[in-house]
T-cell receptor
Framework: DTEVTQTPKHLVMGMTNKKSLKCEQH?????MYWYKQKAKKPPELMFV???????INESVPSRFSPECPNSSLLNLHLHALQPEDSALYLC????????????FGSGTRLTVV | KQEVTQIPAALSVPEGENLVLNCSFT??????LQWFRQDPGKGLTSLLL?????REQTSGRLNASLDKSSGRSTLYIAASQPGDSATYLC????????????FGTGTSLTVIP
């Protein structure tokens, strides 16, 4: 299995809602990433998990809460989001060090209303 | 911090033309460099991964080169087709931490039939 699977593909949520994005990979990668991408911009790094531990948090607001329950799963919990948080959220996996590149999921298109 | 720049930001060519996309990075101490393709609203598809010890990689009509000492990579697309229309992103993996990739600003390519 050489894929990263993200669910849901689309999500519309109100500013008072709580929702979660899910990412799953079965490539044996031990680093997993969340990126946020706005239209016509490159992806912006949010979080990095290395061996299931949070290793990088790029000063992301606390309304975004990541979780890595095991080496195959990565969640992003969302609460009290703002309309400006509407974006494409991308998950990726790799090895923490060395010669392996990124594998990306197809993304979740999030709209906050 | 590694800075990655892609020139041009946008490119429009007639079908059948050969073209070159450029990626420049400021710190030559890298593990590898990866080229991606992104269709509108979709995830990133890996095209080519070049290790720091390699000079080039080829896949079909695509050829990527790496000149680490000068901080440059090029993606050559032969005999372009309308289906090649997409945004192309390069990403650099630093050699020190290795746990994070730095994305370029992207080149939006349109191939005109």
């Amino acid at each position: 299995d050489t894929e990263v699977t993200q669910t849901p593909k689309h999500l519309v949520m109100g500013m008072t809602n709580k929702k979660s994005l899910k990412c799953e990979q079965h490539m044996g990668h031990r680093a997993m990433y969340w990126y946020k991408q706005k239209a016509k911009k490159p992806p912006e790094l949010m979080f990095v998990y290395s061996y299931e531990k949070l290793s990088i948090n790029e000063s992301v607001p606390s309304r975004f809460s990541p979780e890595c329950p095991n080496s195959s799963l990565l969640n992003l919990h969302l609460h009290a989001l703002q309309p400006e948080d509407s974006a494409l959220y991308l998950c990726a996996s790799s090895h923490p060090y060395g010669a392996v590149g990124y594998t990306f999921g197809s993304g979740t298109r999030l709209t906050v209303v | 911090k590694q800075e990655v720049t892609q020139i041009p930001a946008a490119l429009s060519v007639p079908e059948g033309e050969n073209l070159v996309l450029n990626c420049s990075f400021t710190d030559s101490a890298i593990y590898n460099l990866q080229w991606f393709r992104q269709d509108p609203g979709k995830g990133l598809t890996s095209l080519l991964l070049i290790q720091s010890s390699q000079r080039e990689q080829t896949s079909g009509r695509l050829n990527a080169s790496l000149d680490k000492s000068s901080g440059r990579s090029t993606l050559y697309i032969a005999a372009s087709q309308p289906g090649d229309s997409a945004t192309y992103l390069c990403a650099v993996r630093p050699g020190d931490t290795g746990n994070q990739f730095y994305f370029g600003t992207g080149t939006s390519l349109t191939v005109i039939p």
